[in-house]
C-alpha cells in the first residue's frame, strides 16, 4: 500500500471519529436539556389514504444533509425541488434553502425508499422497501386501495408510473403470484407478469429488483432477480440466462440496474456477475471483456470482491459526454470513454465504495449517491460534496 493511499485512509477514519464523537456530545447535551417525550406513532386513518402536512421536519443547518444510512436514489422535480431518498430513514426534499423530512412516523409507505419518480400530473411518487406513497404539493399520502381485477390486461397510458410489488420481495395473498403495479393517473393497478407456475418455475425469482426504463422505442422494461422483463405493448421478451450467455446453474441473476444510453444500447448491472452489455441480438459480459472478472468468481453478490475487480454492479449512468458510469458495491466509481476504464476510489474523493445511483443533474452535473449517506458530483477529475 501506498503511502498516500495510507494517509487518505487514515484521514478519513480520523474524521470519522471526530464526527461522530462531536455528534455522540451533542446529543449528550441536547437529552440533558430538555425532557420532551419521544413523538407517539401515529394511527392509521380508516380512510382509504393516511396523509400528513409538508412541513414535518426542518434542519437548522439548511447545508447539511442528516441522512447516515445511506443514499438510494435522488430526483429533481418540476418545480425546482431535490427529493432525496435514503435506504432506513425516510425521504426529504430541499427547496434550496432547507430540509423537510418524512419517515415511516409521517405515514410515508417505509423507511427504506428505493425509487422517486415525477407523474405528468406533478405527483412524486415514492417506491418504498414495502409499499408506495406520493406528495401531491401539500400532503404525503400512502394510497391503500388497489385494484387486482385487471391483473392480465396490460393496458396503460404513455405517463404510467410502474412500482414492484408490495413486498419486500415476492408477492402478498392480495396480489397472488409475481408482477408490478402501474399507475396511470386515477388508480393503481396490478399486472401479472406471463409466468406459468406449473412450470417449475420459482415466480419468487421475478421479484422487481430495479427502477422501470422506458426505452427509446416505447417499451418499458424491469429488472428482476432472474430475468430482465420487456414489454412493448403487445409482446413480452424474457432477458435470462441462455440469452445473456450465462451459465443455466447460475444461482438468479439478481439484476441491481438498468440502464439505455444515448445510442439507445441497453446495460444490465449484476450484484456477483458484473455489467451485461446488449450488441444487436445478444450480450457481452462488458466486466469479462475488459478483465474485470476473477477466474476464481463465485457469481453471487454475498461475496467481497478484491479491488480493481467491477462484479458488483449497483448504479449505470452517461454523462454529457459521452462517459459511461458505473457505480460498484465494493470498489467505487468506474469511467469508460469508450476505449479505457478507469477507477475512482478514495484517494479521488470518494467517502466511500458502494454507489446505489448516478444521477444525472439538471444543470449537466453528475451525482452520485453513496451508501454513507454523502450526496457526491464529478468535478475536474475529482469528486466533491454537493450534499
Same mark, same amino acid.
Given at each position: 500500500?501506498?503511502?498516500?493511499?495510507?494517509?487518505?485512509? @487514515?484521514?478519513?477514519?480520523?474524521? #470519522?471519529?471526530?464526527?461522530?464523537?462531536?455528534?455522540?456530545?451533542?446529543?449528550?447535551?441536547?437529552?440533558?436539556?430538555?425532557?420532551?417525550?419521544?413523538?407517539? !406513532?401515529?394511527?392509521?386513518?380508516?380512510?382509504?389514504?393516511?396523509?400528513?402536512?409538508?412541513?414535518?421536519?426542518?434542519?437548522?443547518?439548511?447545508? =447539511?444533509?442528516?441522512?447516515?444510512?445511506?443514499?438510494?436514489?435522488?430526483?429533481?422535480?418540476? =418545480?425546482?425541488?431535490?427529493?432525496?431518498?435514503?435506504?432506513?430513514?425516510? $425521504?426529504?426534499?430541499? +427547496?434550496?434553502? &432547507?430540509?423537510? @423530512?418524512?419517515?415511516?412516523?409521517?405515514?410515508?409507505?417505509?423507511? =427504506?425508499?428505493?425509487? *422517486?419518480?415525477?407523474?405528468?400530473?406533478?405527483?412524486?411518487?415514492?417506491?418504498?422497501?414495502?409499499?408506495?406513497? @406520493?406528495?401531491?404539493?401539500?400532503?404525503?399520502?400512502?394510497?391503500?386501495?388497489?385494484?387486482?381485477?385487471?391483473?392480465?390486461?396490460?393496458?396503460?397510458?404513455?405517463?404510467?408510473?410502474?412500482?414492484?410489488?408490495?413486498?419486500?420481495?415476492?408477492?402478498?395473498?392480495?396480489?397472488?403470484?409475481?408482477?408490478?403495479?402501474?399507475?396511470?393517473?386515477?388508480?393503481?393497478?396490478?399486472?401479472?407478469?406471463? *409466468?406459468? #407456475?406449473?412450470?417449475? *418455475?420459482?415466480?419468487?425469482?421475478?421479484? $422487481?429488483?430495479?427502477?422501470?426504463? &422506458?426505452?427509446? +422505442?416505447?417499451?418499458?422494461?424491469?429488472?428482476?432477480?432472474?430475468?430482465?422483463?420487456?414489454?412493448?405493448?403487445?409482446?413480452?421478451?424474457?432477458?435470462?440466462?441462455?440469452?445473456?450467455?450465462?451459465?443455466?446453474?447460475?444461482?438468479?441473476?439478481?439484476?441491481?440496474?438498468?440502464?439505455?444510453?444515448?445510442?439507445?444500447?441497453?446495460?444490465?448491472?449484476?450484484?456477483? %456477475?458484473?455489467?451485461?452489455? #446488449?450488441?444487436?441480438?445478444?450480450?457481452?459480459?462488458?466486466? =469479462?471483456?475488459?478483465?474485470?472478472?476473477?477466474?476464481?468468481?463465485?457469481?453471487?453478490?454475498?461475496?467481497?470482491?478484491?479491488?480493481?475487480?467491477?462484479?458488483?454492479?449497483?448504479? %449505470?449512468?452517461?454523462?454529457?459526454?459521452?462517459?459511461?458510469?458505473?457505480?460498484?458495491?465494493?470498489?467505487?466509481?468506474?469511467?469508460?470513454?469508450?476505449?479505457?476504464?478507469?477507477?475512482?476510489?478514495?484517494?479521488?474523493?470518494?467517502?466511500?465504495?458502494?454507489?446505489?445511483?448516478?444521477?444525472?443533474?439538471?444543470?449537466? !452535473?453528475?451525482?452520485?449517491?453513496?451508501?454513507?449517506?454523502?450526496?457526491?458530483?464529478?468535478? !475536474? +477529475?475529482?469528486?466533491?460534496? $454537493?450534499?
Amino acid at each position: 500500500m501506498n503511502k498516500p493511499f495510507q494517509i487518505a485512509i @487514515y484521514h478519513n477514519l480520523f474524521s #470519522q471519529y471526530i464526527t461522530k464523537s462531536g455528534l455522540l456530545l451533542s446529543g449528550l447535551l441536547f437529552l440533558l436539556a430538555c425532557s420532551t417525550p419521544a413523538p407517539i !406513532e401515529p394511527k392509521l386513518k380508516s380512510s382509504s389514504t393516511q396523509s400528513i402536512s409538508s412541513t414535518a421536519y426542518q434542519l437548522d443547518n439548511p447545508g =447539511q444533509l442528516k441522512y447516515k444510512s445511506g443514499i438510494r436514489c435522488i430526483l429533481e422535480d418540476s =418545480q425546482g425541488n431535490t427529493w432525496i431518498a435514503s435506504d432506513k430513514e425516510g $425521504v426529504c426534499k430541499y +427547496d434550496g434553502k &432547507k430540509f423537510t @423530512y418524512f419517515n415511516h412516523d409521517d405515514g410515508l409507505c417505509s423507511n =427504506q425508499i428505493r425509487t *422517486i419518480y415525477e407523474h405528468s400530473s406533478g405527483e412524486i411518487w415514492f417506491e418504498g422497501g414495502y409499499g408506495v406513497s @406520493y406528495y401531491n404539493g401539500k400532503e404525503l399520502i400512502t394510497p391503500k386501495e388497489k385494484n387486482y381485477s385487471s391483473s392480465r390486461e396490460w393496458k396503460y397510458p404513455k405517463d404510467a408510473l410502474w412500482f414492484k410489488p408490495d413486498a419486500s420481495t415476492g408477492y402478498t395473498t392480495k396480489e397472488k403470484s409475481i408482477g408490478v403495479y402501474c399507475y396511470d393517473g386515477k388508480s393503481i393497478d396490478y399486472f401479472l407478469f406471463p *409466468i406459468n #407456475q406449473e412450470d417449475d *418455475i420459482d415466480p419468487w425469482g421475478y421479484s $422487481v429488483s430495479t427502477n422501470f426504463v &422506458k426505452r427509446k +422505442d416505447g417499451s418499458t422494461w424491469f429488472g428482476t432477480y432472474n430475468a430482465v422483463i420487456g414489454y412493448n405493448g403487445n409482446d413480452f421478451t424474457f432477458f435470462e440466462n441462455k440469452v445473456l450467455g450465462l451459465p443455466n446453474d447460475n444461482n438468479g441473476l439478481h439484476v441491481r440496474a438498468l440502464f439505455e444510453d444515448s445510442k439507445g444500447t441497453l446495460w444490465i448491472g449484476n450484484n456477483g %456477475i458484473g455489467i451485461l452489455k #446488449q450488441e444487436g441480438d445478444k450480450f457481452i459480459n462488458f466486466s =469479462q471483456l475488459k478483465g474485470l472478472t476473477s477466474a476464481s468468481s463465485t457469481f453471487k453478490g454475498i461475496t467481497l470482491q478484491p479491488n480493481k475487480l467491477l462484479e458488483h454492479l449497483f448504479a %449505470i449512468g452517461e454523462d454529457q459526454y459521452g462517459n459511461m458510469w458505473f457505480g460498484d458495491r465494493d470498489t467505487g466509481a468506474w469511467r469508460y470513454d469508450g476505449q479505457t476504464m478507469k477507477n475512482y476510489s478514495y484517494m479521488d474523493g470518494l467517502t466511500c465504495m458502494h454507489i446505489w445511483q448516478i444521477y444525472n443533474a439538471k444543470n449537466g !452535473e453528475l451525482w452520485f449517491a453513496m451508501n454513507d449517506g454523502n450526496i457526491l458530483k464529478f468535478e !475536474e +477529475d475529482r469528486f466533491v460534496k $454537493v450534499f
